[in-house]
T-cell receptor, first 112, second 117 residues
């Protein structure tokens, strides 16, 4: 069974640009969550999607957005990139409520 | 608010030693779930264990064992006879249930474990 797949693995962008990250969950998993990991703030919840609906969002500015498609694949978008957006972005998929989340290898975004 | 504290930022031991990673949590929920994840240098978070708040039995899986004590709000992780391959960052996490069944994980800051040969 394939795991959670995130693309691309690495990205370098310039301040002010926008970026789109992609996540394909494990087959059959309908919930997809996104987390940002930085050395200073650790792992922080960005948002969670289920059946193409965003059910919750963490404490991040509106520049961070996402969506989920009918096949459960998800994308997140960051507009007007700032240096502080440099981070490892992790996607996780969950089969059902209260079950374990399985994570992808992440997309390492560097903003210069 | 939910909170997870991993007081040990870094631990370094020699191979074959036993090592315990501490995790203390705070929650007002009566039903909650606790997790441990391992993050090797590749970046992926690897699931290790899930424990619900009603199950206080300790669990052992090979060289890994977990001690859940509700009375002290702790969920500690012990590696017996550590190996170099155990070197990674380990995260303890608490599941926070949100509206409409959404779930988010609240992570501790992680403990970087280095096993030296």
């Amino acid at each position: 069974k394939a795991g959670v797949t995130q693309t691309p693995r690495y990205l370098i962008k310039t301040r002010g640009q926008q970026v789109t990250l992609s996540c394909s969950p494990i087959s059959g998993h309908r919930s997809v969550s996104w987390y940002q990991q930085t050395p200073g703030q650790g792992l922080q919840f960005l948002f969670e999607y289920f059946s193409e609906t965003q059910r919750n969002k963490g404490n991040f500015p509106g520049r961070f957005s996402g969506r989920q498609f009918s096949n459960s694949r998800s994308e997140m978008n960051v507009s007007t990139l700032e240096l502080g957006d440099s981070a490892l972005y992790l996607c996780a998929s969950t089969r059902a409520k209260n079950t374990e989340a399985f994570f992808g290898q992440g997309t390492r975004l560097t903003v210069v | 608010a939910q909170k997870v504290t991993q007081a040990q930022t870094e631990i370094s031991v020699v191979e074959k030693e036993d090592v315990t990673l501490d995790c203390v949590y705070e929650t007002r929920d009566t039903t909650y779930y606790l997790f441990w994840y391992k993050q090797p240098p590749s970046g992926e978070l690897v699931f290790l264990i899930r424990r619900n708040s009603f199950d206080e039995q300790n669990e052992i899986s090979g060289r890994y064992s977990w001690n859940f004590q509700k009375s002290t709000s702790s969920f500690n992780f012990t590696i017996t006879a550590s190996q170099v391959v155990d070197s990674a960052v380990y995260f303890c996490a608490l599941s926070e249930l949100l509206i409409q069944g959404a779930q988010k994980l609240v992570f501790g800051q992680g403990t970087r474990l280095t096993i030296n040969p």
